[in-house]
């Protein structure tokens, strides 16, 4: 009869363990996969919110251009562009703000870039519906030049802070996000070899048992042959 392995104990310790370790490995796993899902998602609202920054610029630069234009020829053409800009001028502002609700410095930035956009855009409104009315010149003797090269300075002077914090808050965003996912890879090659190294010293021991009562079975059928 075949002598009990004295390995047998520990072959129930380390398939429990190797259970415990399989359960623990897939929670964790979904763990740290969500972990890096939500730092790639911050990393995205930052390019997203640069997009939106420069989104912002370019549109208001727009109907400002389409305005001076219309101002200096009285082309209807600039005036219809005008009107087309325009909305998405303050649209893109208002959606900047949109996109930093979860940021209260950079919400407030926004929030004061889409006042800018909305005062600007009004002004040059104001100006080209008098010039409709009253000629260019009436619109050029109100036009007040310094006021609006003030709104426009400071509406640039708050997309270039909001843009440097936003690059900075990138910058920040991309170093979690690569320590995120170094540490689950490591994590996950750790815990291959750790459940590596279990099922060696399972089949290991179930191999030295299967070879100890093969010998056992011999010597038993050598004996009986004997007598």
Do not use: K
């Not at 727009?62 to 053409?77: K, P």
């Not at 843009?163 to 965003?173: H, P, W």
């Amino acid at each position: 009869m075949s002598n009990p392995s004295r390995l047998r104990p520990y072959r129930r310790v380390f398939s429990i363990l190797a259970l415990l370790l399989l359960v623990g490995v897939g929670a964790a796993t979904v763990f740290g996969v969500r972990l890096l899902a939500g730092s790639n998602e911050r990393v995205e609202q930052s390019y997203r919110v640069l997009e939106h920054i420069e989104a912002a610029r370019a549109t208001l630069t727009a109907a400002q251009a389409a305005g001076r234009g219309y101002r200096l020829t009285s082309h209807s053409a600039l005036r219809g562009e005008f009107e087309r800009v325009a909305p998405e001028a303050v649209r893109a502002a208002r959606d900047l703000a949109e996109a930093t609700h979860d940021n209260p410095g950079q919400y407030a930035r926004a929030r004061a870039i889409h006042e800018q956009s909305s005062r600007q855009v009004a002004r040059m409104q104001e100006l080209l519906d008098l010039q409709e009315r009253e000629g260019a010149a009436a619109a050029i003797g109100a036009m007040r030049a310094a006021d609006l090269v003030d709104l426009m300075h400071r509406f640039n002077q708050l997309c270039e802070e909001m843009r440097a914090e936003e690059l900075d808050l990138l910058a920040q965003r991309r170093s979690v996000n690569t320590r995120n996912a170094a540490a689950l890879l490591s994590f996950i090659l750790l815990s291959l070899g750790v459940s590596l190294a279990t099922l060696w010293a399972l089949l290991s021991s179930l191999s030295r048992e299967n070879s100890r009562n093969r010998r056992l079975e011999r010597e038993t059928r050598a004996a009986l042959e004997g007598l």
